[in-house]
């Protein structure tokens, strides 16, 4: 069965605590909202019970942040790309955030399995003091189970319109990047910490949250295949490749609790699912 699942996700401000309210269509879900930084910033979890897609399914996510909302949203558990026999698999997200607006997406890692052929797209609109912080981690294959990523391909789509775009398409039979010195090294996993400004950064901020990424990088197992730069003066990036996730997510999340304290002088707020 193939399926199409579309999920509506507004963030309100209701007497000063910022709640979520959502309509879906087939198997996506939100699950109950979670306060464990007070009514200002309200954490969500998102779920797709099929737990994975395959060739020809669709995932269409939209998502709203009113004026002065924080919300963070995370998954329980991977995506997955399953196997298909010819039809592309989808994930299309499409986050508005409105004046002086918040928004945190920390989905846990995609698994791109053998033989799958999958595009993820992100489309994000910002509203000139809005800010946006993202979380992509992007595993190919199985290495533990010794499942690799031999065949198929994965298309990666992060796009904030007239200010920055990332397309790229991880082909696995492309020895030269999948293998090479310029390209992935034989590593398994990418992955990718972003912060986007609806307004120019100032030269000082942006700087001194890229010398505060390095400073986590250097000291890191994976300072020799991650880095840090800003490709436009509203958008901050830091890739890490890795051999597995785990190490990948270590680094990333040690970097987004240290953006989140600089920017946003909140302290580390791990949602409560990560622990479980």
Same mark, same amino acid.
């Given at each position: 069965m193939v399926w199409h699942a579309q999920l509506q996700l507004d963030y309100r401000l209701e007497r000063q605590r910022t709640v *979520? +309210? =959502?309509? =879906?269509?087939? $198997?996506?879900?939100?699950?109950?909202?979670?306060? $464990?930084?007070?009514? #200002?910033v309200c954490h969500n979890v998102l779920v797709h019970p099929p737990g994975g897609l395959v060739g020809g399914d669709t995932l269409d996510l939209q998502i709203t942040a009113a004026e002065g909302t924080h919300g963070l949203i995370t998954t329980p558990g991977a995506t997955r790309f399953y196997r298909s026999s010819g039809a592309? *698999? #989808?994930? +299309?997200?499409q986050i508005r955030l409105k004046a002086q607006a918040r928004l945190e997406w920390l989905p846990l890692e995609t698994i791109c399995h053998n033989e799958c052929l999958a595009e993820n797209r992100l489309t994000l609109s910002l509203a000139p003091d809005a800010e946006f912080m993202g979380l992509d981690i992007t595993a190919l294959g199985l290495p533990h189970a010794q499942l690799p990523f031999k065949l198929g391909s994965f298309q990666q789509h992060i796009e904030v319109p007239g200010v920055w775009l990332e397309r790229g398409r991880i082909d696995a039979t492309d020895r030269t990047l999948m293998q090479g010195r310029c390209g992935l090294q034989g590593m398994a996993c990418v992955g990718t910490l972003f912060f986007v400004a609806g307004i120019a950064l100032s030269r000082t901020r942006r700087q #001194? *949250?890229?010398e505060l990424a390095r400073a986590l990088i250097d000291a890191h197992p994976l300072r020799l295949t991650a880095g840090a730069t800003s490709p436009t003066d509203q958008v901050l990036v830091v890739r890490a490749i890795a051999p597995v996730v785990e190490s990948n997510t270590d680094l990333l999340r040690k970097i987004w609790h240290g953006w989140r304290q600089y920017f946003w002088q909140l302290n580390a707020a791990s949602p409560r699912i990560w622990a479980t």
């Amino acid at each position: 069965m193939v399926w199409h699942a579309q999920l509506q996700l507004d963030y309100r401000l209701e007497r000063q605590r910022t709640v *979520a +309210r =959502h309509q =879906h269509q087939g $198997p996506l879900r939100i699950l109950q909202s979670l306060y $464990p930084e007070g009514d #200002t910033v309200c954490h969500n979890v998102l779920v797709h019970p099929p737990g994975g897609l395959v060739g020809g399914d669709t995932l269409d996510l939209q998502i709203t942040a009113a004026e002065g909302t924080h919300g963070l949203i995370t998954t329980p558990g991977a995506t997955r790309f399953y196997r298909s026999s010819g039809a592309r *698999a #989808t994930q +299309r997200t499409q986050i508005r955030l409105k004046a002086q607006a918040r928004l945190e997406w920390l989905p846990l890692e995609t698994i791109c399995h053998n033989e799958c052929l999958a595009e993820n797209r992100l489309t994000l609109s910002l509203a000139p003091d809005a800010e946006f912080m993202g979380l992509d981690i992007t595993a190919l294959g199985l290495p533990h189970a010794q499942l690799p990523f031999k065949l198929g391909s994965f298309q990666q789509h992060i796009e904030v319109p007239g200010v920055w775009l990332e397309r790229g398409r991880i082909d696995a039979t492309d020895r030269t990047l999948m293998q090479g010195r310029c390209g992935l090294q034989g590593m398994a996993c990418v992955g990718t910490l972003f912060f986007v400004a609806g307004i120019a950064l100032s030269r000082t901020r942006r700087q #001194t *949250a890229l010398e505060l990424a390095r400073a986590l990088i250097d000291a890191h197992p994976l300072r020799l295949t991650a880095g840090a730069t800003s490709p436009t003066d509203q958008v901050l990036v830091v890739r890490a490749i890795a051999p597995v996730v785990e190490s990948n997510t270590d680094l990333l999340r040690k970097i987004w609790h240290g953006w989140r304290q600089y920017f946003w002088q909140l302290n580390a707020a791990s949602p409560r699912i990560w622990a479980t």
